[in-house]
């Protein structure tokens, strides 16, 4: 079921990596530690894992989404019958579980993410954090490891 992704073209290669490194330099910015009631109660998958705890955040880090502003975008070039994904972009409709509705986006999976959560299960015990809700990460998460055995 899994199908051949392309490569992402040297452009947006450039501008995700670009992202990345502004990101990690504003981390690096941040001298305070959150508020103990902030943490985050995490369950290791094995009760007796001896691994330690990696956390990746799926935003980011690992995939890239196109923000709401191109939403309109991606409604115009639907109606016009023109492929809605840029290239290297996949499709996803995320519906609300609460009222129904449906909200078309598309994503791209970072250059190596895959292999980096490969590589990172066999020392670690992997842990994916998203501020986007459940219904939006489920679909990506199944795509990013469609056999659970990564993540």
């Not at 992704?5 to 504003?26: A, G, Q, T």
Request: hydrophobic content about 40%; proline content about 6%; aromatic content about 8%.
């Amino acid at each position: 079921m899994s199908k051949e992704l392309e490569p992402m073209k040297p452009d947006i290669y450039k501008r995700m990596m670009l992202h990345i490194y502004h990101s990690i330099v504003l981390i690096k910015k941040i001298k305070t530690l959150p508020e103990p009631n902030k943490y985050v109660n995490f369950r290791f998958k094995k009760k007796a894992s001896s691994k330690k705890l990696i956390v990746f955040d799926l935003d980011h880090t690992l995939i890239h989404c196109d923000s709401e502003e191109e939403d309109i975008e991606l409604l115009v070039e639907e109606e016009l019958g023109l492929d809605i994904c840029k290239e290297g972009y996949q499709p996803l409709i995320i519906t609300d579980p609460e009222d129904g509705s449906s909200q078309k986006i598309r994503f791209a999976i970072r250059p190596y993410a895959v292999e980096l959560l490969q590589l990172a299960s066999l020392f670690y015990e992997v842990a994916i954090f998203t501020a986007g809700a459940k219904n939006y990460a489920d679909p990506i998460l199944d795509i990013l490891d469609p056999e659970g055995t990564l993540i």
